[in-house]
């Protein structure tokens, strides 16, 4: 073990990155006990090129017989971690946009700042953020956005960074069968966190744009995300508000939907009844529109700035990973084939 008696694991998923995938390698520091490629099912056969091409002894390959997306892949790596009995699961992408080199600076955060996750944030600087394509920019900001609200992160952005850092403790609680295998993983990967209680940061970290072609199409995941995002909110406000408890959110929420549905309902009704009959309405009525809708929207502020609040600051007393890395050593965790 190599970093601060850490047994340090990095998962690289592979798709279409066989041009780039052993420089990624090449770059891993001592720090690094065991990476871990997946073939996600490459046209390019990355897996097979990795196998053939690399002498390092930490490297073991292992292959999907169907591509699964990166999640599917990144998942498949950390069983194979934490089979290996691995402390702290690194994902870095074979493309070659995440520098090796910032590993001990990610593993340090992890540490430093006694966090369950950490991940990448190439927006934290304006020199970072001015390398990024226009077109990444926008589209990163906006799903920055839909992932505070759905996952409770309200303290992180870049979601689709994919340069991550995990305890093992924690990835052995997740529910991996119930986690998003394809682009939107990683926003789905913090909305599960947030149900167990993680305590999440970001790390600030430059991008690498060079020939790679990325499999993200902005312009053809939104309408996606926004439906996916939307989904984890209710599931998140449903599950930490009303099934885990009821606190001064909860009733929050509930009053202001009800105060604005009953004004927004109430109001409606009377504009368009005095539209059909041409008479105009009452100040009372008026009143009785406007006065419950405002009280409603000031309640919903008053919950959302409440829900601010309750992002995970103070790591958890979890089971000892010890114990929970059982699962992961059974023939689910090694029924990979090396290409």
């Known amino acids: 073990m190599s970093f601060m008696h850490k047994k340090v694991a990095v ?3 592979c798709y279409r990155v066989r041009a780039h995938v052993l420089g990624v390698i ?15 099912a490459c046209p390019e056969h990355s897996g097979a090129h990795v196998k053939q091409s ?18 599917g892949a990144t998942m498949a790596g950390y069983k194979v971690a934490l089979a290996q009995e691995a402390d702290i699961l690194v994902k870095v992408d074979g493309d070659g946009q995440m520098d090796p080199v910032l590993i001990p600076d990610i593993l340090k955060a992890l540490l430093d700042k006694d966090a369950d996750y950490v991940k990448g944030n190439r927006f934290y600087r304006l020199a970072h953020a001015r390398s990024m394509p226009r077109i990444r920019l926008i589209g990163n900001l906006l799903l920055s956005f839909m992932t505070k609200v759905s996952s409770g992160y309200w303290n992180l ?31 789905d ?14 790390f600030s970290m430059r991008a690498v744009y060079g020939d790679e072609k990325s499999n993200l199409k902005i312009s053809h995941i939104f309408l996606e995300f926004l439906a996916k995002n939307l989904r984890n909110t209710f599931r998140r406000i449903g599950t930490n508000y009303f099934t885990r408890d009821f606190n001064l959110g909860s009733a929050e929420l509930t009053f202001g939907l009800l ?7 109430f109001g409606g009704y009377s504009w368009l009844h005095g539209v059909a009959t041409q008479t105009l ?3 009372g009525t008026v009143m009785l529109a406007a006065l419950p809708t405002l009280i409603g929207l000031q309640l919903l502020v008053a919950f959302f700035s409440y ?10 007393v979890r089971p000892d990973a010890a114990q929970l890395r059982a699962q992961f050593r059974t023939s689910d965790a090694t029924d990979h084939k090396s290409p």
């Open 307 to 316: 829900d601010v609040q309750q992002v995970p600051t103070v790591r958890l």
């Open 189 to 202: 990967l913090l909305f599960h966190l947030n149900l167990l209680g993680a305590v999440a940061h970001d």
């Open 11 to 13: 998962i690289i998923p």
């Open 157 to 187: 952005v870049d979601p689709t960074n994919g340069f991550t850092a995990l305890r093992a403790e924690v990835a052995c609680e997740l529910p991996f069968e119930k986690i998003e295998k394809r682009f939107f993983f990683e926003s």
């Open 281 to 283: 309405q009452s100040s």
């Open 259 to 265: 105060f604005l549905s009953f004004g927004v309902v």
């Open 54 to 71: 690399c002498s390092d002894p930490r490297v073991q390959v292992i292959s999907n017989s169907e591509n699964q997306g990166v999640g």
């Open 26 to 40: 090449a770059r891993m520091g001592k720090e690094v006990d065991l990476i871990v490629v997946v073939d996600d």
